[in-house]
Nanobody, 128 residues
Framework: VQLQASGGGLVHAGGSLRLSCTAS????????IGWFRQAPGKEREAVSC????????AYRESVKGRFTASRDDPKNTVYLQMNSLKPEDTAVYSC??????????????????????WGPGTLVTVSS
């Protein structure tokens, strides 16, 4: 199993990026996918979660209305569309697998990273 986040880059404040989370060796269909980020010198924080089949989404307060999680199950890919980006959104973004989004803010509720269920992150840099 290996997850991989991609799509990061450098963007000006107010710009947009779309992150992708793809999986190999694992079918994402019925699993929740969480997005986390970690800024330099700060603790990792949960950003969003989308349930299996996309029935439920959740977002941290600071990104509500700007970020949208979606999924394309035939492509085994989950997306995080990020609009109206702010400098404080600068971080390494990673994705992880969980059974549900019930406790999406807690890293411990996700499948173990040691088994490949957390993907290497992708850097998002938002300039002011």
């Amino acid at each position: 199993v290996q997850l991989q986040a991609s799509g990061g880059g450098l963007v000006h404040a107010g710009g947009s990026l779309r992150l992708s989370c793809t999986a190999s060796g694992f079918n994402l269909d019925y699993h929740a996918i969480g997005w986390f980020r970690q800024a330099p010198g700060k603790e990792r924080e949960a950003v969003s979660c989308i349930s299996g089949r996309g029935g439920t989404t959740a977002y941290r307060e600071s990104v509500k209305g700007r970020f949208t999680a979606s999924r394309d199950d035939p492509k085994n890919t989950v997306y995080l569309q990020m609009n109206s980006l702010k400098p404080e959104d600068t971080a390494v973004y990673s994705c992880a697998v969980a059974a549900t989004c019930d406790e999406w803010k807690y890293a411990g509720s996700y499948f173990p990273s040691t088994e490949g269920y957390w993907g290497p992150g992708t850097l998002v840099t938002v300039s002011s």
